[in-house]
């Protein structure tokens, strides 16, 4: 079937693209839809309808995390199962740079990094101050979030994560309709 899409993409008429577009539009946002039509060789102007088919990401997450496989797979996780655009970073210099250029939604911070004055430095900067920040802990406590909480953070999730539920997790934290 991709043969034929490929090889007689002119022949399609708007019905048949039209169901396309349904479909794409149930399926769980897994690629942005220009990948999908660059890895389904599908030429330049059916790569614009396709674009336009999926509602642009909805929401931006800060990921800063030192441990690659950790950031790698909250990263991949929250982009498979939702329209969020998921921004990572692997030091605390290079998040505080994307927080004050890209102006998340949300913040997730591993409390573990190695720059322990990071959450201090985004509450100090004008541009980042007023940026939501949740806490990614190794374990947590009964008391760990009133604390947490306390000191300006917008919630906790702990270490490790069910990546499965993330995403209702940080949705659940910030008060968001779920994705």
């Known amino acids: 079937m991709g043969d034929r899409f490929t090889h007689n993409w002119r022949s399609l008429d708007n019905s048949l693209l039209t ?3 349904r479909l794409l539009r149930t399926l769980p946002y897994v690629w942005r839809t220009t990948d999908i039509a660059r890895v389904s060789g599908y030429p330049r102007g059916v790569r614009t309808i396709l674009t336009t088919s999926i509602s642009p990401p ?3 997450i800060l ?3 030192p441990e690659n496989d950790l950031r790698a797979v909250i990263t991949l996780s929250l982009k498979t199962l939702t329209a969020w655009d998921v921004l990572p970073a692997s030091s605390g210099g290079e998040g505080l ?3 004050r250029t890209r102006q998340p939604d949300v913040i997730l911070l591993d409390l573990d990094v190695r720059d322990v004055t990071l959450f201090a430095r985004l509450k100090m900067n004008p541009k980042t101050d007023s940026l939501p920040v949740i806490a990614l802990v190794p374990r947590l406590l009964s008391g760990d979030r009133v604390q947490l ?3 300006g953070f917008a919630g906790a999730i702990a270490l490790p994560l069910d ?3 993330l995403h209702e997790t940080i949705a ?3 008060n968001w309709s779920p994705p």
């Open 19 to 21: 169901t396309f577009s």
């Open 58 to 60: 909805s929401r931006c």
């Open 63 to 65: 990921v800063i995390e």
């Open 97 to 99: 740079e994307l927080a």
């Open 149 to 151: 909480s306390e000191r």
């Open 163 to 165: 990546t499965s539920t």
């Open 172 to 174: 659940a934290i910030m």
